[in-house]
């Protein structure tokens, strides 16, 4: 079955070929891997779009199987979620990732008037509906000394879509505390705009698909009053504007145009190893 492509995940015999992925072996490694130290965080910077300075980074999170290689987060967190891994591996995930922003803190001091470097860390909806996050989250900002809104945690529109209070309220929790809420791939779900108001949230993270819109110089004009009203409502409500998968200049500066705040993606840099965060951003301190 290892060369039909199609549906291998559910033919491959485990014994058959060690090279095939199936998914109930990935998904029985992953205990082991977190315990063995096999996951990894690349870093992609986040830039803010008047000035081009580096203002923090999102972590992304992989997985060095020793087997496979290198695995992407949309191979394997799909199956964290589903047997609840995801709670511990998005706890370390977190711990890494607000352990590093101390370390650039370190290096960096407190950035001058854009601030420290701040994180930006996904939260799966199994992680929301988890008890422990919020005191998971205090825990490890103590420990690390790092300040709550230094952080950022990106909750997809979709799992708040029609969230009641129960689940709004460790957000609600956290937001007091300082720490930024940000809306992720926003866009691409059917959330009443209005019920923005309701959500604890401070970023909206448009989603990729309307960076990919700016591709010709001036995009369509219906993509550019989309956008544009979308940053306006955003504005209003006091929420920032970040936007994802920037590729070009062209979008970068069509994007700048329509107000939004910050951008991300490879036109910037790729995801990379927190070294390179450093050169980046010491070559912004630089001038
Ligand atoms: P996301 O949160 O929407 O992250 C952005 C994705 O876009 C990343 O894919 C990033 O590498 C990719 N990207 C960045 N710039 C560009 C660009 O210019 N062009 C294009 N085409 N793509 C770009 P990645 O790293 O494969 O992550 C995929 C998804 O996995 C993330 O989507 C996020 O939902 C999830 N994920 C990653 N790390 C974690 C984590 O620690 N916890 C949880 N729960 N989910 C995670
Ligand atoms: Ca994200
Ligand atoms: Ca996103
Ligand atoms: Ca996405």
Redesign the pocket.
Known sequence: AKSAGGNRFELADPEADARVITRHGLTTALPAALERGEFFI?Y?PLVHLGDGSVRGA????RWLHPQHGVL???RF?PLAEHTGL?VPL?RW?LEQSVRQARLWRERYGEGGAAGPLRIN????PC?LTHPGLVQDTVDILERAGVAPDALCL?V?ESALIGADDDLLKPLRRLAEMGVDIAL??FGTGYSNLANLRRLPVSVLKLD?SFTQSMQQFPADPVDLKIVEGIVALAHSLDLAVTV????TGAQAEQLRILGCDTA????YA??GPPERLHELALVDATG
Do not use: C, F, K, M
Request: hydrophobic share 30%; glycine share 12%.
């Open positions: 690349e992609q999102e972590a992304l999170v992407g987060p949309d967190i995801i998005g995930v860390v996904n939260l799966s992680q990106e997809t992720d791939d990729r994802e998968g920037v590729e991300q993606g490879w036109y790729r995801p």
